[in-house]
């Protein structure tokens, strides 16, 4: 299988989440690219940062999502969570000996551009109408402050 390539469907219109989506996507083309040197250390290093930056993106996901008062974000979040223990279980499995870097490169592909073009694409325009209703009540917050503070 050859690098993934980021395609313009992917894109939320939420910068800081395509942003993210596309350091995972760089990720797991560098898991391709670690894999063809048959480095098991430098695959081990590479399979824990994709985990603790998928989980630190899941995150953000879920606060923005809650904060936006998406009505879907409980089922997301589950969604979220049973894709990790998967990986997790990959994890375990690598580390047993077993090689699963294929396997999981390929999971991790289907899964995520069916993720973001289908559950991330739900959420996106809620949290985008929410972010603008933010960045107006900022305006109007920052007015005030002027007007009281100077």
Do not use: C, P
Request: aromatic fraction near 10%.
């Amino acid at each position: 299988m050859a690098h993934l390539v980021w395609q313009d469907d992917l894109n939320t219109g939420i910068e800081e989440v395509d942003n993210q989506h596309r350091r995972i996507v760089e990720m797991i083309n560098h898991l391709y690219d670690v894999e063809q040197k048959d480095d098991k250390e430098e695959l081990r290093k590479v399979l824990v940062d994709l985990v603790d930056y998928t989980q630190s993106h899941f995150a953000f996901e879920e606060t923005l999502m809650e904060e936006a008062g998406y009505r879907f974000s409980r089922a997301h979040k589950k969604v979220h969570e049973l894709f990790i223990r998967r990986v997790e279980e990959y994890r375990m499995r690598f580390d047993a000996g077993e090689n699963i870097v294929q396997e999981l490169r390929d999971t991790l592909t289907r899964w995520l551009l069916s993720h973001i073009r289908n559950e991330d694409a739900a959420y996106a325009e809620t949290v985008k109408a929410s972010m603008n209703a933010l960045s107006t009540d900022q305006g109007w917050l920052s007015r005030s402050l002027k007007k009281f503070f100077g």
